[in-house]
């Protein structure tokens, strides 16, 4: 609005020095005799040179009117040689008898072919500066008159009541705005004006139509737009109060920073309004509609005079379908794991401040399902922008907006080689430079629930915390998975989540603390299948990472942690049952069970290391009221491979088939092997390590020194002496595979020999 009003200050000049012209005139009837005479006046008053290259028409009676062809008015010193404005034809009229009155009655005011080259040097300073001071001297002199006999308001009223203007028509203009301090160059062409009967104070219809090409500076694209704008002008000269009701503006921009063309129309009742310390802006009834969206409301722009604009207002949104937006905008809607998801928003702001500072003291967001309300302030004072909300909301589903891929990944099962590897490849990536360009503090309340990687936690409060592009969310905290019996403290996570994006690659951070939590649904919820743990357990971790693709996240995990499990059961495998299977094989017997393949306990703990995707445990123990229970070992993330050892040691009789109690092996540690994959592992009961373990007491010896004998037996059965061992690692071809598989069945057979020796 600023630029309009210029603009029609500008041609407001114009006609002024059109009119003072015409005055002139009045008394000299041979225009064309003056010519020099006029143009010297016009370069007295505005300090410009004025060139009257085509005729001048004067009339009379009953109207004194002027015609001028072909004129020509210089720039400003400093701004080359191409005139400020040239007019191919203008026409005024004014009634002569109201003149008589000290009316001004206009009968018409027409240009044709009106050119001005508007433009701002490298300083900033504009090619209008003189010209603009002149004016507001003119208008006060108007106003007070000439200094020796100074009007009343009463008479200053009755001047400005009694301009009257039957109607001003601009055909054809075109206006140039040339910025050497940005780069920036538009041209307004075609600009057609019509405006009705002007009388200060009164309504009278506004027509403009107009073509705008803009190109340089901060525009990569040229921009093209077309305007068309209705209205009721009501200019309030004497209270400087300028207005147009009843606004309807229909605007088609292509090019520039859009992808395609779009179309826009505005609403509005809009006016300005200027005394002694402040001008302003105010748009009532305003209705803003874009693609599918509408927005209405009102605002109102203050200080305009000031350095420093000061904003209010008020918005509110239709409810729109983001992806419609996205489509035509010509651009892909973000693909999300829900095809139905982000299909309505909607969102209601109050808030002003400067552009500088602004503060929303009302914010409302819908998305689908979720409702966000609180306030929100962004501060662009400093290095980066500032961004900081307190924010209360109902639920939010992010699983329905994640991309596909972090689905598929999550909840895939068996896979083939081709699909684990474009899994090990999926990468998150990340909008690095948008994360590093701003900074945020903001809060966060859910009531109801939060929903991500299938987990869903209640009654969230969160703190986000960004500088420099390093993100942290600390504390994140909420209700999930209590058991039946929870307590006040029970089914509780507390957690600090880091991303740092101030480098060249993502990292990641988490610590977590989680209170007597119903593990089992909880796994079955992260993993989109049945849990291999069940109880009620407590989980600590310290854990980072870093990368963007998911083989990189888990290469590069590290941290530790510890854990502690009650009342529950591990599923894949029975110990119970593997010790009756062994029995059972021991003994030359069948043995057919239809048992689950679960151990239960009565407590499981210990602590873990990952050192670069391999998570190692030493320090497992577990009980169950027949079973005391060890563990160490390891699990590798990067190819889903399993190595541990479960030390099993009966502390009750298990009864075997027939009834059969295992009376031998009470006391006696049970080894088992696990291994294989996650999705396939394999249990086995290590025979070998029992007979050595049994030997080494009967005969009091250490394992080590047994196990160093049972191998000398072993290679010498196979035919392999000592010497021939140490050759082989001391660079000699090893045995084949088959060597090494009967070697290894060997082996058991002897320990299963000396199994059934111990229980016969």
Known sequence: MKWIKRLFGLIGILI?????????????????????????????????????????????FPNLGLRLEDVRFGNAEGFGDEPFAT???????????????????????????????????????????????????????????????????????????RIDIAGITLRGARVVWDDAQSGLRAVLDPFNLNVGRFQPGMETPLEITAELEADGGPLEEALSTRLQLDGLLNLDLLNNRYAVRRMSMLLNAEGGPLPRA?????????????????????????ILGMLDVTVTGRAQVGNLTGDTPELRGELRSSTFNPRHVFEELGLEAPATTDPEAMQRVAFELEGGGTPAELELSRFLFTLDDTTLSGSATLNNTGDRPHFGFELRGNQINLDRYLPPEVEEARTEGDRNDEDEAEAEELRIELPMEALRAL???????????????????????LEVRAREGDWVIDPLSGDAYAPDDAGDDDGRITSRIQLDASGDQPRYGLQADLTRLDIGALLEDLQDDDARLLGIGNLSLDINTRGEALSDLKANLNGDGNMRFEDGAVR???????????????????????????TDFSEIAGSFRINDGVVSNDDLEGSSPLLRVTGEGSADLNDESLD?????????????QGGRKLEDLEGVRLPIRIRGTFSDPSFRLDLESIVRARAAEELGVDE??????????????????????????????????EDEEEAERTLEEEAEERLRDLFN
């Open 16 to 60: 002024l020095v059109v009119i003072v012209v015409a005055a002139y005139l009045l008394v000299t009837f041979d225009a064309n005799d003056y010519k020099e005479r006029i143009e010297a006046e016009v370069h007295e008053q505005t300090g410009r040179e004025l060139e009257l290259a085509g005729d001048v028409s004067l009339t009379l």
């Open 87 to 161: 007019l191919d034809v203008v026409d005024v009229a004014v009634a002569v008898v109201p003149l008589l009155r000290r009316e001004l009655d206009v009968r018409q005011v027409v240009g044709e072919g009106v050119h001005l080259n508007l433009a701002r040097d490298e300083d900033g300073r504009n090619n209008w500066d003189d010209l603009a001071a002149r004016a507001d001297e003119a208008r006060d002199e108007a106003v007070a008159g000439n200094g020796e006999e100074e009007r009343t308001p009463t008479e200053s009223r009755l001047a400005m009541e």
């Open 262 to 286: 779009m179309d826009m129309s505005f609403d509005s009742d809009v006016a300005v309004e200027v005394d002694e310390d402040d001008a302003r802006l105010r748009m009532d009834r305003l």
């Open 439 to 461: 900074d945020v503090d903001g809060q966060l309340m859910l009531d109801e629930r939060l929903q991500l990687l299938g987990l869903e936690l209640r009654n969230i409060e």
């Open 572 to 598: 894949g495998i029975n110990i119970a049952d593997i010790i009756r299977r062994a029995e059972a094989r021991l003994r030359g017997e069948e043995y057919e069970s239809d048992e689950p393949r679960e």
């Open 644 to 656: 541990y050892r479960v030390n099993a040691t009966l502390v009750d009789t298990l009864e075997g």
């Open 704 to 737: 080590d020194e047994l196990r160093d004998e049972a191998s000398r037996r072993l290679l010498e059965r196979l035919g392999v002496s000592r010497e021939e061992e140490e050759e082989d690692d001391n660079g000699e071809e090893p045995d084949t595979d």
